[in-house]
């Protein structure tokens, strides 16, 4: 496999990786052991990335990081929605 | 801000995100919520980009991946450990 195959099959796994856990939160309507930290963060540095991409005119990077904007800015918002008295959000 | 200087924050605030979550998931030993598939194909995807910026001699790319990889890894070994028999893997 060539260094820029690899490249590209990293990019889809780290790209697609939220989406599991988007479904998975969105059907049981739980988030108690997730920490809001880890979508808030990626959801910042991806949307940076993003901008990034696009300052650089980089379509792959720009590319890489839409589904992942998407996703993490929902899982965060989802953690504060689905939030119950005894549910921490660290 | 510069370009390169958006880049590095970005990248600085995807390579941290997993960390407050493995906190989290060691504080509580709880993992009911989270989908195996979020840290295992995220634990692949950042293998892969670290062997791809091996292969291509990028040392941002090798450094960017080496904390996620080891917190992918452990939030997926330690959704293992902590299922019991009301908590699925997806």
């Given at each position: 496999m060539s260094p820029t195959s690899l490249g590209l099959v990293a990019g889809t796994l780290t790209s697609i990786a939220a989406i599991p856990q988007l479904v998975k939160t969105l059907r049981t309507?739980?988030?108690?052991?997730?920490?809001?930290?880890q979508p808030l963060l990626l959801a910042i540095g991806v949307a940076l990335w993003l901008i990034y991409g696009i300052l650089i005119q980089d379509l792959p990077l720009i590319l890489a990081n839409i589904i992942p904007l998407a996703c993490n800015v929902m899982l965060a918002i989802l953690k504060l929605r689905y939030r119950n008295d005894c549910d921490a959000l660290d």
């Open positions: 309507r739980h988030a108690r052991d997730i920490s809001i930290w």
